[in-house]
């Protein structure tokens, strides 16, 4: 009986932060999936336009090791339960927003939830699962992000107006809100064997810092999502300019992409649970996917979707697996996962931001094929830092 109430609430708790995960993503592309309008109802720029849509990843980028430190010390059920309650009065102020500071203000009050959940969702999925389900758990929650694009992209121009498509996020916003505090319970989290006591925050963020392996990790996700966001800002523009296609036809492969992040997220976790050897894992996936890049904008047209397929797929792959590693690291666990998750979250959208528009074209100019060399570079050194993190095999993470 007691066992069943345990799967029962870890279940209840998966669902709820994947439709978290999943609201605060699609909140956020709707705004892509119908520029014209938000551009008419607004008055926008090209830059503003891209602030907005970037507006969702500021809380994440400066908050997240503060919401990790939050996490460890007040618990679970509080913290997730502000950040939801933080994104829900951003989705609701966006209807009746005029400005481009009123949306601004909106988009980032609606990254809140998506901030605390993914920061943290190590220590979140440790604390109602047993160790060695932790990482297709993760997979599994991980994939709400990925597929909300797609379903942002494909529905959003169906709504009749824009503020109709901004009140149905806001009310699945607050139903969500309503069940995470109505239906999850402090207990939950205590259900689990490897479930942490309170922390104070002086002392987490003292053995975070000083973690050799919580760094390699960051440092791992930022060259990674670096050399991901590469590939997201100039595939359509490769195609259109180096292979003479038209957008439509570009953006196709984007799709292809996406779907194999989807799979990716979904099941190279159930393979690396499998594996005795994960730096071999990660070598394997870094190296595909860094050779896929060479092939997203040349090669025939079968070669191009295939290399889409695959980098979206194993990419996705690997940041998922990675997204597990706090609570086994040993000198971190459950115990300091949430701060260790936040300060690895932050290193991560630093080189989302940093890499493509930084590094990689101040180095290549305006050479577009040229970028996308430089990309499988930077996810080559993220494979070495992969490799350079622990073993966790599926034997040694029983």
Not at 82 to 91: K, P
Request: proline content about 4%.
């Amino acid at each position: 009986m007691e066992k069943t109430k345990r799967k029962n609430a870890g279940l209840v708790v998966t669902v709820i932060i994947f439709m978290g995960l999943f609201l605060g993503n699609f909140a956020q592309y709707q705004l892509a999936a119908v520029p014209s309008q938000v551009f008419q109802k607004l008055n926008l720029s090209n830059a503003q336009f891209s602030s907005i849509m970037t507006a969702p990843m500021l809380p994440a980028i400066f908050l997240s090791l503060l919401s990790g430190a939050l996490v460890d010390r007040y618990g679970v059920k509080k913290m997730v339960a502000a950040g939801l309650v933080i994104a829900s009065a951003g989705f609701l102020l966006r209807p009746f927003v005029t400005s481009y500071t009123g949306m601004l203000i909106a988009m980032i009050l609606s990254g809140f939830g998506c901030m605390v959940i993914s920061s943290n969702l190590a220590k979140i999925v440790a604390s109602v699962y047993p160790l060695e389900k932790v990482g297709r758990v993760i997979g599994i929650v991980m994939v709400g992000s990925t597929l909300s694009m797609t379903v942002a992209y494909a529905t959003t121009a169906l709504f009749p107006s824009l503020e109709l498509a901004f009140w149905v996020v806001t009310v699945v916003g607050i139903v969500i809100d309503l069940a995470w505090l109505l239906l999850v319970r402090d207990s939950a989290f205590a259900a689990a064997a490897q479930a942490p006591a309170a922390v104070p925050m002086k002392e987490s963020l003292r053995v975070c810092f000083k973690s050799k392996n919580v760094w390699l990790m960051g440092l791992c996700l930022a060259l990674l999502l670096g050399g991901a966001m590469v590939v997201t800002n100039f595939q359509v523009v490769g195609l259109t300019t180096l292979r003479g296609l038209p957008e439509a036809a570009a953006g196709t492969y984007g799709s292809v992409l996406t779907i194999g992040a989807v799979i990716g997220t979904l099941g190279i976790p159930m393979l690396a649970a499998k594996m005795k050897n994960s730096r071999l894992l990660i070598l394997i996936l870094g190296v595909l996917t860094a050779g896929s890049m060479f092939f997203i904008v040349q090669g025939s047209h079968a070669l191009m979707y295939a290399a889409a397929f695959l980098n979206g797929a194993l990419r996705s792959g690997i940041i998922t697996i990675l997204m597990a590693y706090p609570v086994m690291f040993s000198d971190i666990g459950p115990k300091y996962a949430g701060t260790a998750g936040g300060l690895a979250a932050t290193l991560e959208l630093l080189g989302a931001v940093v890499i493509p528009t930084y590094v990689v074209i101040p180095l290549c100019g305006s050479s577009v094929a040229a970028y996308f060399t430089a990309g499988a570079a930077v996810i080559a050194l993220a494979t070495v830092c992969g490799v350079l993190l622990p073993n966790f095999g599926a034997s040694k993470a029983r």
